[in-house]
Antibody, heavy 125, light 107 residues
Framework: QVQLQESGPGLVKPSETLSLTCTVSGGSVSSGSYYWSWIRQPPGKGLEWIGY???????NYNPSLKSRVTISVDTSKNQFSLKLSSVTAADTAVYYC?????????????????WGQGTTVTVSS | DIQMTQSPSSLSASVGDRVTITCRASQSISSYLNWYQQKPGKAPKLLIYAASSLQSGVPSRFSGSGSGTDFTLTISSLQPEDFATYYC?????????FGPGTKVDIK
């Protein structure tokens, strides 16, 4: 059974870069059957899709964050990572990693079927 | 971006009630609509994908319907473990936007 686990600093200073890692167990990030995604949820608010990566390194980002986001994959460690630069208090949120079954077109009839437990990141000096 | 709305934003119901939540997209998304359940302090859980397909392991009291811009999640007989917040999400185009959520609590 595939499990995902987020890790990284819980506190980041304004203007710095937020860095999180998602470790995949019970499965392989190199599987061509899935996209590997990041989603966030500010305190008391709804969900925001950040972006995803395919094992090949192909990425797709939310345009609202695209200038600040980098998602990468490390197949040797079976991990994928999120970097968000120039953070502000508005980036304070629970960050989740998740997987989505791969599809060959922009429109995908699949949802995010496995999620990590989430990690809280606070942006504060 | 495609905007997603949900109604109601919250509802109170009793165990055994039939509950219906509506999700509307700002443009046609065919059947590329997913439903998630989230309990406090937990990650969302996928219930329904492709508007009406039940995710493996999800009880059959959950069902989804709709296409185009209007979608519905129905819980046929509300159970104690179903009190949670429900989100719809479109997967027609990126970014995969979510609705604002519907909180279902105990009457």
């Amino acid at each position: 059974q595939v499990q995902l686990q987020e890790s990284g600093p819980g506190l980041v200073k304004p203007s710095e870069t937020l860095s999180l890692t998602c470790t995949v167990s019970g499965g392989s990030v190199s599987s061509g059957s899935y996209y590997w995604s990041w989603i966030r949820q500010p305190p008391g608010k709804g969900l925001e899709w950040i972006g995803y990566i395919y094992y090949s390194g192909s990425t797709n980002y939310n345009p609202s964050l695209k200038s600040r986001v980098t998602i990468s994959v490390d197949t040797s460690k079976n991990q994928f990572s999120l970097k968000l630069s120039s953070v502000t208090a508005a980036d304070t949120a629970v960050y989740y990693c998740a997987r989505v079954p791969y599809c060959s077109s922009t429109s995908c009839p699949y949802g995010m079927d496995v999620w990590g437990q989430g990690t809280t990141v606070t942006v504060s000096s | 971006d495609i905007q997603m709305t949900q109604s109601p934003s919250s509802l109170s119901a009793s165990v055994g009630d039939r509950v219906t939540i509506t999700c509307r997209a700002s443009q046609s998304i065919s059947s590329y609509l997913n439903w998630y359940q989230q309990k406090p302090g937990k990650a969302p859980k996928l219930l329904i994908y492709a508007a009406s397909s039940l995710q493996s392991g999800v009880p059959s009291r959950f069902s989804g319907s709709g296409s185009g811009t209007d979608f519905t999640l129905t819980i046929s007989s509300l159970q104690p473990e179903d009190f949670a917040t429900y989100y719809c999400q479109q997967s027609y185009s990126t970014p995969g936007t979510f609705g604002p959520g519907t909180k279902v609590d105990i009457k």
